[in-house]
């Protein structure tokens, strides 16, 4: 399966400012996604990265709020913009591996905590 | 539309007892998948199985076992001999073909297995 490393792990982070977390994969591939979890909730999506391209992004999510980079097809980059304490989640980038699998396994990173004081 | 649901919120078992997690989802199309995960207390996001909606054959995988019952519309997991280790928060999430790959999670069920 395909490795995703996520940094940073963990950030406190002072509201209003803006946050990069990076997602590198191992392999080359062709769907990234990243996901937030707020505090006790489930996952949402909140874009498709394209490499290439700009993101798709999900009803509820906007660019200027969530800018997303996807310079190649090993790694991609979201901002949080002007960050809120409701902004406080897990933050998860996801890859859709079709080569090491049977096909369309969606594997995940480890995370990246922000919380915003 | 695409919908999961996960109706227990909390489990909470002695070690070694089984349990099962259920899953209900809806979707119109036909060719879908199906997806389990786990999510222990640090955060990470553990794959477990993936399956398509034309295999509806019952999978085994050491102490993990899952029912797909397309006449349902169900996709449940048992644990069996339930570990402490076991402890954390189980997803079922489903993908459509036509989706681009993007996961449509369930609420979650949080298992606490008690020594």
């Known amino acids: 399966s395909a490795v995703i490393s996520q940094k940073p792990s963990r950030d406190i982070c002072q509201r209003g400012t803006s946050l990069t977390i990076q997602c590198q994969v191992d392999?080359?591939?062709?769907?990234m996604f990243w996901y937030r979890q707020q505090p006790g909730q489930s996952l949402t999506l909140i874009a498709t990265?394209?490499?290439?391209?700009?993101?798709?992004?999900e009803s509820g999510f906007v660019i200027d709020k969530f800018p997303i980079s996807r310079p190649n097809l090993t790694f991609s980059t979201l901002t949080v913009s002007n960050m809120s304490p409701e902004d406080s989640s897990i933050y998860l980038c996801?890859?859709?591996?079709?080569?090491?699998?049977?096909?369309?396994?969606?594997?995940f990173g480890e995370g990246s905590w922000l919380t915003v004081v | 539309a695409q919908k999961v649901t996960q109706a227990q919120t909390e489990i909470s078992v002695v070690e070694k007892e089984d349990v099962t997690l259920d899953c209900v989802y809806e979707?119109?199309?036909?060719?879908?998948?199906l997806f389990w995960y786990k999510q222990p207390p640090s955060g990470e996001l553990v794959f477990l199985i993936r399956?398509?909606?034309?295999?509806?054959q019952n999978e085994i995988s050491g102490r993990y076992s899952w029912n797909f019952q397309k006449s349902t519309s169900s996709f449940n997991f048992t644990i069996t001999a339930s570990q402490v280790v076991d402890s954390a928060v189980y997803f079922c999430?489903?993908?459509?073909?036509?989706?681009?790959?993007?996961?449509?999670f369930g609420s979650g069920t949080r298992l606490l297995v008690r020594p």
């Open positions: 996801s890859v859709e591996d079709s080569v090491a699998s049977s096909g369309n396994t969606i594997y």
């Open positions: 392999s080359q591939v062709t769907m």
């Open positions: 990265a394209n490499q290439g391209s700009e993101a798709t992004y």
């Open positions: 979707t119109r199309d036909t060719t879908y998948y």
């Open positions: 399956r398509n909606s034309f295999d509806e």
């Open positions: 999430a489903l993908s459509e073909m036509d989706s681009s790959y993007k996961l449509i």
